[in-house]
């Protein structure tokens, strides 16, 4: 992988795959770039340019122990684009990556974008009880491996019909989300929880895809994905029927499509 310096010298690493027209993935929290290999090969195979970054914290990046705030990670998602000098991008993020998404376009413009895709996002707003969100940070906290053993398999849709996600592929993901820097997994929730992206969503006027699973228990469809499509006004909301949250391994094939299909309508 490749690496830049943000301005506060935290190091990045990233992927940049192929040549042609941009397509950018933002990853979901406690991941890496790495849950996006499929997606990238399969757009790299059909002429684009794929290009996905760890957030800091996570996967190959640095762990600086600060800047897990929204306002930070969209511009470590500005200084990406600025150093590739990327263009008409489509930029993709799953779960938190969706409100970077919407942050970076509120902080940094859509000088750099032509289309946006949110992909089971926790955006606009998660709306959870204070005392249920402080309960799971305590739990991330104290007890983090017996929460990821808990609740994998209801991230994985493993009971849903048609969710048949090899284990390779969740033992992988699940290894993925124990190298996270626990200080980031804690912080990030934290941001994510708080986040409000409501009159940020209305303010959006780039075309939208809205990819969501209708049994999506930690980004619910009908508080983000159906509301996201609702607040964005030129957007267009996508059910995946008995989905949960990890769409690029159980409907690989499909978001595969979708993603192909709504960046090829970026040249007319």
Same mark, same amino acid.
């Given at each position: 992988? #490749?690496? /830049?310096?943000?301005?506060?010298? #935290?190091?990045?690493?990233?992927?940049?795959?192929?040549? =042609?027209?941009?397509?950018?993935?933002?990853?979901?929290? /406690?991941?890496?770039?790495? +849950?996006?290999?499929?997606? +990238?090969?399969?757009? #790299?195979?059909?002429?684009?340019?794929? &290009?996905?970054?760890?957030?800091?914290?996570?996967?190959?990046?640095?762990?600086?122990?600060?800047?897990?705030?929204?306002?930070?990670?969209?511009?470590?998602?500005?200084?990406?684009? $600025?150093?590739? $000098?990327?263009?008409?991008? #489509?930029?993709? =993020?799953?779960?938190?990556?969706?409100?970077?998404?919407?942050?970076?376009?509120?902080?940094?413009?859509?000088?750099?974008?032509?289309?946006?895709? /949110? &992909?089971?996002?926790?955006?606009?707003?998660?709306?959870?009880?204070?005392?249920?969100?402080?309960?799971?940070?305590?739990?991330?906290?104290?007890?983090?491996?017996?929460?990821?053993?808990?609740?994998?398999? /209801? !991230?994985?849709?493993?009971?849903?019909?048609?969710?048949?996600?090899?284990?390779?592929?969740?033992?992988?993901?699940i290894r993925d989300w124990m190298r996270v820097s626990l200080h980031a997994a804690v912080e990030c929730t934290r941001a994510n929880l708080a986040a409000d992206f409501r009159a940020?969503?209305?303010?959006?006027?780039?075309?939208?895809? &809205?990819l969501h699973g209708d049994h999506d228990a930690f980004a619910p469809l009908e508080t983000c994905g159906q509301r996201s499509a609702e607040l964005i006004p030129d957007s267009k909301?996508? &059910?995946?029927?008995?989905? !949960?949250? +990890?769409?690029?391994?159980?409907?690989?094939?499909?978001?595969?499509?979708?993603?192909?299909?709504?960046? $090829?309508?970026?040249?007319?």
């Amino acid at each position: 992988m #490749t690496a /830049l310096t943000t301005t506060d010298g #935290t190091t990045l690493c990233y992927r940049d795959y192929g040549t =042609g027209r941009p397509v950018v993935f933002v990853h979901s929290m /406690l991941m890496s770039s790495d +849950m996006w290999q499929h997606q +990238m090969l399969h757009l #790299t195979g059909h002429g684009y340019r794929a &290009v996905a970054y760890d957030r800091r914290g996570h996967g190959r990046s640095d762990d600086p122990g600060r800047g897990y705030d929204f306002d930070t990670l969209a511009d470590d998602l500005a200084a990406l684009l $600025d150093r590739l $000098d990327l263009t008409e991008v #489509t930029l993709v =993020g799953h779960s938190m990556g969706g409100g970077e998404v919407i942050r970076y376009l509120t902080r940094h413009g859509a000088q750099r974008v032509s289309r946006i895709a /949110l &992909v089971g996002a926790t955006a606009p707003h998660l709306a959870v009880d204070p005392q249920q969100a402080a309960a799971l940070l305590d739990q991330l906290r104290t007890d983090y491996g017996r929460w990821v053993d808990s609740n994998a398999a /209801l !991230s994985f849709g493993n009971d849903l019909p048609g969710c048949d996600i090899p284990q390779l592929e969740q033992d992988a993901t699940i290894r993925d989300w124990m190298r996270v820097s626990l200080h980031a997994a804690v912080e990030c929730t934290r941001a994510n929880l708080a986040a409000d992206f409501r009159a940020e969503a209305r303010a959006i006027t780039l075309p939208t895809l &809205v990819l969501h699973g209708d049994h999506d228990a930690f980004a619910p469809l009908e508080t983000c994905g159906q509301r996201s499509a609702e607040l964005i006004p030129d957007s267009k909301l996508v &059910v995946y029927e008995n989905a !949960s949250h +990890m769409l690029h391994l159980s409907h690989r094939a499909r978001l595969n499509e979708d993603l192909l299909a709504f960046a $090829d309508s970026a040249r007319g």
